[in-house]
């Protein structure tokens, strides 16, 4: 069973930090694709970012390119996702996605990511002015 724990989200200032942890288990292949999606109240979830696990290909929204950045430390088998430069707009709750589907790379590719199938439980970003 794939079950994905997130961290790290909370309260910051505009201009802050924060960095967001997921831990993936029970995937099964090495090649992968791992995500951050976000929604914010009334609005439609929203892919941040997203990663081919094992290869490193990346994707990034408008809307946070050279703000964050998202990474995987194979060792601690751990995704990753630094925020900076953080604005109220960013205020949402954030969740990780994985997918193993292998067509979820060309998704990646052409920034038009596919529908992942595992999802975390979400963790809050508040950003105030």
């Known amino acids: 069973q794939v079950r994905l724990v997130e961290s790290g989200g909370g309260s910051v200032q505009a201009g802050g930090s924060l960095r967001l942890s997921c831990e993936p288990s029970?995937?099964?292949?090495?090649?992968?694709?791992m995500a951050w999606y976000r929604q914010a109240p009334g609005q439609e979830r929203e892919g941040v970012a997203a990663i081919y696990i094992g290869e490193g290909t990346t994707y990034y929204a408008d809307s946070v390119k050279g703000r964050f950045t998202i990474s995987e430390d194979t060792a601690k088998n751990t995704l990753y996702l630094q925020m900076n430069s953080l604005k109220p707009e960013d205020t949402a709750m954030y969740y990780c996605?994985?997918?193993?589907?292998?067509?979820?790379?060309?998704?990646?590719?052409?920034?038009?990511?596919?529908?992942?199938?595992?999802w975390g439980q979400g963790t809050q970003v508040t950003v105030s002015s």
């Open positions: 029970g995937l099964t292949y090495s090649n992968y694709c």
């Open positions: 996605a994985a997918e193993e589907n292998q067509y979820c790379y060309n998704g990646i590719r052409s920034g038009k990511l596919m529908t992942y199938n595992y």
